[in-house]
């Protein structure tokens, strides 16, 4: 008699339990109690119970339970005893744990046991069910018997509400198989035949063929040189004995290490976890070495060793040490997972290796074609752990993260150096660091330089018609340049590309883009949309120039009209002369500096047209450049030297200031 809290037990397992689990656990009894049979010739018959009801569309209805026969020693009143008991050690030898029947009411809402032994010299049957409450056994018969043979019945139905197995035999196979495989591949050991069939016994599967018939079998074994491993534990050291199969047709499987214990899979993690090349199925070759699409398969290493034997969780759904590191037991099971993916990476050589070259291709692709600058960093970087296949944000994650390291490292030795007051013990760093400090200052300049040929060819786009051979809006342009109704306060250095026009913008302290210049509505020309002013200007010296910039939407030459309002060139008179006069604030609140020799500088962007080279050799009494991609006129009165340049020129221009550099980088 028993006195166990059950539904507080069943509800105490742990999740990492599935539907197979008590079934693996009905089959490894049935497997154990023909081992202490000794039979030679031991049988597990696992037939499918499957709902009454037929399906409308006329697939297999659904499956609801189990009966698991075996002919091995039954249940005599030893091994009675011990399913009386919770955490019974009767099967200790062989890695019991006492509690793994317990799994059957977690998925199933019944378990019953119908079971012939010999008692003395005559056969008994015996007949229970398990209990729900606090007796373990309840129901239980014991009767003369007539047959002729020992063995067992459990039956685990119907299936509890919420759970479900696969409806294909086949299918439940293979997943019984991939959890029993311990039993097939052990050496010296001949497990019994196993096999899978419908309730009347149709459609029978053995699943032992799965591993031995090398013309159907499914599983094969991979031979490899190094088999074993060792790690550190708290006080001795542990070996592991690694062996590594293909599964072929695995459906949306991935590779896998499974810990075994007790000749049982118990717990693991995927292979590309530790090697990403492992991601993706593999593909079968034949003896030609031609590849055969329809033969793919996975990896999948069993481990095993005394130390997964002695630390298996009480359900065998987990081990007792940690994931990581463990500071009791010694090892963790990331380390054990670890070396069993080394393992599996030999044992895939040569295919492992074309992938990691494929990944490095696309990666040298990706620097090559979009991110030049990382070319110092792909050099050093240690690409294993990036994805198979990577996408460009993943890439550049990757990257940017490796550059972040080289910094954060090169900080702590510049820090190290400074903190050093005896220059003879440092002066060998002293160049390592100094290189290190250029190689990432070549990156950041790398990055910058790419970073302009993009925006350089943006530009240009901007400066043609489309399909219907209209030009762009007149903010377009404006905006590529410098974001109109802002300032340096808003737009920072690196948000704007002033430097398409003028260099010398990169080192200016305020940048003013169509906003008045002395804020509200005072003296603001009626300009239009794309007629906009930038000024800037260095330090508030009277000796530093202002700059002052007008552009013109291409193409647009009304400006030049005798009725128009917009002449740049008087506008930008006007400014320099209401500047001059004291009219302006610097942002600060500050009167703008400026004297006598203030120098002042004008540029109008636009499109020479006839019409405008007309106006500004008749009207304005400009001179051409020698290229006739610009005019120009000093106006010594007000110190003001104003350049009408096309639109052309300005990209022309930029392009030939980074030509140099866009050459170095091949881009």
Request: charged share 30%; glycine share 6%.
């Amino acid at each position: 008699m028993s006195n166990v809290n059950i539904k507080r037990a069943v509800e105490n397992i742990r999740a990492n339990t599935t539907v197979y689990t008590p079934v693996v656990e009905m089959i490894v009894n049935a497997i154990q109690a023909i081992d202490e049979a000794g039979r030679k010739d031991g049988k597990v018959q696992v037939r499918t119970q499957r709902n009454a009801q037929v399906e409308l569309d006329g697939s297999l209805p659904e499956v609801t339970g189990f009966d698991i026969e075996d002919n091995g020693i039954g249940f005599n009143d030893a091994h009675r005893n011990s399913f009386d008991t919770l955490y019974t050690d009767l099967k200790i030898a062989e890695g019991g744990k006492g509690f793994g029947r317990f799994t059957g009411l977690k998925y199933f809402e019944d378990l019953h046991v119908k079971s012939i032994y010999r008692d003395g010299a005559v056969l008994k049957a015996r007949s229970f069910s398990m209990g729900k409450e606090h007796e373990i056994i309840v129901r239980e018969k014991v009767t003369p018997s007539d047959k002729q043979d020992t063995g067992t019945v459990v039956t685990l139905a119907p299936l509890k509400t919420g759970r479900a197995f696969d409806k294909k035999l086949s299918t439940i196979a293979r997943s019984l198989v991939e959890r029993l495989l311990p039993y097939f591949i052990t050496q010296d050991y001949v497990c019994p035949d196993i096999v899978l069939s419908e309730q009347d016994g149709s459609s029978a599967i053995r699943l032992n063929d799965f591993v031995s018939n090398e013309l159907s079998a499914v599983i094969r074994e991979i031979g490899i040189d190094r088999k074993t491993f060792t790690l550190k534990a708290s006080d001795t050291e542990e070996e592991f004995l690694v062996r590594v199969f293909k599964l072929y047709s695995p459906r949306n499987q991935k590779s896998r290490i499974s810990l075994v214990a007790h000749k049982r899979e118990v717990s693991g993690s995927a292979i590309h976890k530790y090697i990403p090349e492992f991601v993706d199925e593999f593909l079968e070759k034949d003896r030609n070495g031609e590849v055969d699409s329809t033969r793919n398969y996975i990896i999948k290493a069993y481990v095993f060793g005394p130390y997964l034997d002695r630390n298996v969780s009480l359900e065998r759904g987990g081990f007792e040490f940690q994931m990581d590191s463990d500071l009791i037991l010694g090892i963790g099971q990331t380390q054990i997972e670890q070396d069993a993916a080394t393992i599996a990476r030999e044992a895939m050589g040569a295919d492992i290796t074309f992938r990691q070259e494929k990944k490095k291709e696309r990666v040298q692709s990706y620097v090559d074609e979009e991110a030049p600058w990382h070319k110092a960093i792909l050099e050093k970087i240690d690409l294993s752990g990036m994805p198979y296949n990577p996408s460009n944000e993943e890439i550049e994650t990757r990257l940017q993260k490796e550059k972040f390291a080289q910094e954060i490292a090169i900080k702590r030795d510049v820090a190290k150096l400074m903190a050093e007051t005896n220059f003879e013990n440092v002066q060998d760093s002293v160049i390592e660091i100094v290189n290190k400090i250029s190689g990432t200052s070549k990156n950041d300049l790398i990055h910058y330089i790419a970073l302009r040929r993009k925006i350089l060819d943006i530009f240009g786009k901007s400066l043609e018609t489309d399909e219907s051979g209209t030009y762009s809006s007149e903010g377009v342009v404006h905006d590529i340049i410098f974001p109109r109704k802002g300032d340096t306060d808003i737009t920072s250095f690196h948000d704007h590309n002033l430097w398409i026009v003028d260099e010398r913008l990169n080192f200016t302290t305020y940048v003013s883009s169509d906003l008045p210049l002395n804020g509200g509505n005072t003296d603001r020309p009626d300009l239009l949309v794309y007629n906009k002013r930038v000024l800037f200007r260095g330090d508030n010296e009277a000796s530093n120039p202002i700059t002052i910039f007008e552009f013109k939407k291409p193409q647009r030459d009304d400006f030049v009209n005798p009725s128009s309002r917009e002449d740049p060139v008087q506008q930008i008179v006007r400014y320099v002369n209401d500047i001059r006069d004291g009219k302006y604030k610097t942002p600060e609140g500050r009167k703008i500096l400026v004297a006598e020799n203030t120098p002042f500088y004008g540029y109008i962007v636009c499109d020479l047209t006839a019409k405008v080279e007309t106006w500004l050799e008749r009207e304005k009494n400009f001179t051409p450049m020698p290229d006739r991609l610009g005019w120009f006129q000093w106006m010594g009165n007000i110190n003001l030297y104003v350049e009408v340049i096309s639109w052309d020129k300005v990209l022309k221009d930029a392009k030939m200031r980074s030509q140099i550099f866009f050459q170095k980088l091949g881009i």
